[in-house]
């Protein structure tokens, strides 16, 4: 899904979906004790703060300015306990000229810590009513902004209500606020919505415009990133075994060394504690939304750095891990008996390719390697691709989006305009509830995009829109408001203006990405390579926030679903690709494990998949004289 405003770099995106996931169940304490009081601290918690806040000194040059000297500790509170065993604390630490608020998690197992700044700000003291009271408002909020319960019931067999209901039926009463957010994002996550989450996003942009579209205030903001850190501190203690999961399977995602013993790469996992991934997963499919249409199940976690890795979220500790080699050897992965288990990565991983503009001369194909939809990176593509107007033939573009979680659509709009030799014209449906507070949102969004954007962009031209009310058959017959827009993206004044095919790679993306993607399904000059999604793409606007009364906690809500041609509820996944690659389990795993080097242009031309795929194609236009190839003179 995409929209005009979104939001920025992947790593920061990653890291902000990451902590929205569903967490450990844990016991929690809350007394407050003075720092000197041993019996309750670790023994190196003190030790371990100091050393943080020296580190903090040394990257950070305006860390003494703002705070100024150390005067004391003033408390520290034990938050709680994971069923690892694991012990969160909360530390406040007074400077001269500030306050310091620290999460800090001592790992038990490790015997290690991990250590981050939150804001300075305490929970609000909830009830089982004010609980509960919140929890209505969140459904009832859902029932006039989300579009999808019909499409999630058609293709997931899910009542979303009932899920609620269920959820509401947990709260007690007796849960620490902590506890009652990671059962509020467990409830959201079991819906299976796009952008439906506890959200971070206001915390990251506090001082932008686009938090006149919602009602948060600076208190509701620090209470939610505050949650939302230390729920991720707790639930991302313990991976320890690396899983991928590849057409039906789980696979070892890369290779794990443990007492001698070595688990290759592409090993297929039989069993956990003498359970398959089949019967494991069962248990767990509301904390799950990475599905898979073919055979009917959630398995992985997408964006968050739990993954595939789906046993973290079985609620006890898992012990041995039971896998299969290629050559049809058993190993078995005891994280009990054993020594602990190393993970050996590539240097150079796939994820981290940078962002590249390269003309393979030889070749004739200019590649562009866009890793996220960050604006501020708009500049680098129109300086590179500007270095490349005396390149005479140019036989294809490529727009890696490998793993690009998104970001603004005015980024991928503004390249293409810089590359296009005749308008590309698109268009889009968008279906929302007919209710007014999605009317006055979209309203204040239209506002929000002129005030954000008072000229057009260069090479794109503004949308036209036509909206009416319509009954979707296949959105359970309801009356959706349907907006239909064209958008034209001319080429710019400097443009390369070519008229060659144009590839996309496509491989877990999300957000401003899948609006990219959706372009290019629907146009005949564009090709999408790589796998279908999962997850829910299409175009769209900028998810709403909204903030609970009670706890301030704040969710998001996507609250349009992109139906542009779509003829049944599947059809609104739009994940789906022109050129689909189809590999075996091995060669995928060969290729996932690549070290494609600093550079990674030897990589790309030798050894790359998709960039292979290409390179067949464009053989076989040539042979038939496509007329879709042209060469730039």
Known sequence: MSDDIKFTWKLFIAFLVMIKCSLFLFSSENPAFKFDDKSNIHDSLQEEINKFLLQQQKIDESFHIKYGAFIKFIEIKKIAINHYGDQLFNARIAFEKGIIRLAVLYKKNEKSHVILTIPDTDFPELDQSKMLKDFDWMVAQLKETFPAAHINDVIFGLDIWKKLASYRNQITGRESFLEF???LSNALKAC?????????IPYRYKNHPIMNLYQCSDHDIDVTWSALVQLYMLNESHIPVKLKYY??????????????????????LLTIDNQTPTQLLSQIQDKLNKYDFKRRIFYGSAFDAVGDNFYVFLNRKSEKFKFQTPEGK?????????????????DFPLETMPKRVQYFKKEKILYCRIPAMDLNDFAFYETKIAELKNEKEIRAVILDVRFNLGGNDYLWKKILALLIAEPLTYGSALATLNTPIIHNYRRQHADLVNEIYPQTPHGIRPYTTKTENKKIEFLGNQVFSVTETTEKILPAKNSLKLSCPFFLFVEDIYSSAGGLLALCNRSKSMFSVGFPSSLALGQGITPLQLALPGSGLIFSVA???????CKNAFDTVNGKIKIPLKMRACDYFKYRNSNIGKDYSDWLLNDDPFMQTVFEYLNKFSQAASPNIHVRK
């Open 181 to 183: 957010a990671a059962l």
């Open 192 to 200: 299976k919505g796009n952008h439906l989450w506890l959200s971070g």
């Open 247 to 268: 057409d039906g399977n789980f696979y070892a995602a890369a290779e794990h060394l443990q007492a001698g013993c070595k688990l290759p790469c592409g090993a297929v």
């Open 330 to 346: 058993s190993i078995v992965l005891d994280l009990v008996s054993r020594s602990p288990i190393q993970v050996k990565y590539p």
């Open 559 to 565: 609250t349009d679903v992109d139906i542009f041609d």
